[in-house]
């Protein structure tokens, strides 16, 4: 099993400029999520999805857009690139469970995206 | 009080040392809890689920507190591969999905 594959592994932007992170998983979860670290931040949710067809804004969300097609794939995309959004970022699945806060279900994450906006 | 609190650290030990680190959060109704571990530049891992009154995997010990609303992970006999950031993780809200990562707290072992 490749597990959470995340791509490119690196990418410097020009400022105004927009693209996609690709995240896919091939372990059949439902839940899928997107992190940004920062140094001194630790992890931010910036969006998540329980299912194909379903998306959902976290708590840093500006900025960056989300679909969910299919079970496996869940893009990120920068709409316009800008200095403030240089950072690690991670994708994450899990399964979910219709008893989630006895779930003991953690996330596996991939092996992130190093994103310089300049 | 902040969603998820952890000790600053960082800790520095020496190999064979027990060390412990402690993380608060607010959610009362929290049920699950996660301990990961993060090495320098590389995506966090899970180390252990928390649920019940603890969990114990060989010399990784995690024990929670409800009353007291806080988790502790405890390391027996350190070993240098032991060194990495370790991240406390709670649910953000009563569905279990969306987790709260700690800020983490650094351990260095050393020989």
């Known amino acids: 099993n490749a597990g959470v594959t995340q791509t490119p592994k690196f990418q410097v932007l020009k400022t105004g400029q927009s693209m996609t992170l690709q995240c896919a998983q091939d372990m059949n979860h439902e839940y899928m999520s997107w992190y940004r670290q920062d140094p001194g931040m630790g992890l931010r949710l910036i969006h998540y999805s329980v299912g194909a067809g379903i998306t959902d804004q976290g708590e840093v969300p500006n900025g960056y857009n989300v679909s969910r097609s299919t079970t496996e794939d869940f893009p990120l995309r920068l709409l316009s690139a800008a200095p403030s959004q240089t950072s690690v970022y991670f994708c994450a699945s899990s399964y979910a469970t219709s008893t989630a806060i006895f779930s003991n279900y953690g996330y596996t994450f991939g092996s992130g995206t190093r994103l310089t906006v300049v | 009080r902040k969603e998820v609190e952890q000790d600053p650290g960082p800790f520095n030990v020496p190999e064979g040392a027990t060390v412990a680190f402690n993380c608060t959060y607010s959610n009362s109704a929290s049920q699950s809890f996660f301990w990961y571990r993060q090495d320098c530049r590389k995506e966090p891992k899970l180390l252990m689920s928390v649920y019940s009154s603890g969990n114990e995997d060989g010399r990784f010990t995690a024990q929670l507190n409800r009353a007291s609303q806080y988790i502790s992970l405890l390391i027996r006999d350190s070993k240098l591969s032991d060194s990495a950031t370790y991240l406390c993780?709670?649910?953000?809200?009563?569905?279990?999905?969306?987790?709260?990562f700690g800020p983490g707290t650094r351990l260095s072992v050393l020989p």
């Open positions: 993780v709670v649910p953000r809200d009563n569905y279990g999905q969306n987790f709260v």
